[in-house]
Nanobody, 121 residues
Framework: QVQLVESGGGLVQPGGSLRLSCAAS????????MGWYRQAPGKERELVAA???????NYADSVKGRFTISRDNAKNTVYLQMNSLKPEDTAVYYC???????????????WGQGTQVTVSS
């Protein structure tokens, strides 16, 4: 089992910045990816950014150039630096982690409890 604890959400004005953090604990396998999804009211949950343990990244087109994902593998922590925030970035942001013991086993998926990000003047 893996537990994910997020922090860093809040209220920010348009054009401002926030940094989200997510710490994973429990049984962590080296083959994993961590990332962030978000869900706005009335919309489906969508991928924001993800990063593998090897450093590969994937971003939603809507956040490219504004958001940066990073991770500290020694701390099992992933970060999301969000700059130039827009009102449409308002959502609950969820930390996500997937992992597998080896290439011969299936992936397991875990979610954090979510943290609210509100961009408003």
């Amino acid at each position: 089992q893996v537990q994910l604890v997020e922090s860093g959400g809040g209220l920010v004005q348009p054009g401002g910045s926030l940094r989200l953090s997510c710490a994973a604990s429990g049984t962590i396998f080296s083959s994993n990816a961590m990332g962030w999804y978000r869900q706005a009211p009335g919309k489906e949950r969508e991928l924001v950014a993800a990063m593998t343990s090897g450093g590969g990244t994937n971003y939603a087109d809507s956040v490219k150039g504004r958001f940066t994902i990073s991770r500290d593998n020694a701390k099992n922590t992933v970060y999301l630096q969000m700059n130039s925030l827009k009102p449409e970035d308002t959502a609950v942001y969820y930390c996500h982690q997937k992992q597998r013991r080896s290439i011969y086993t299936s992936w397991s998926y875990y979610w954090g409890q979510g943290t609210q990000v509100t961009v408003s003047s």
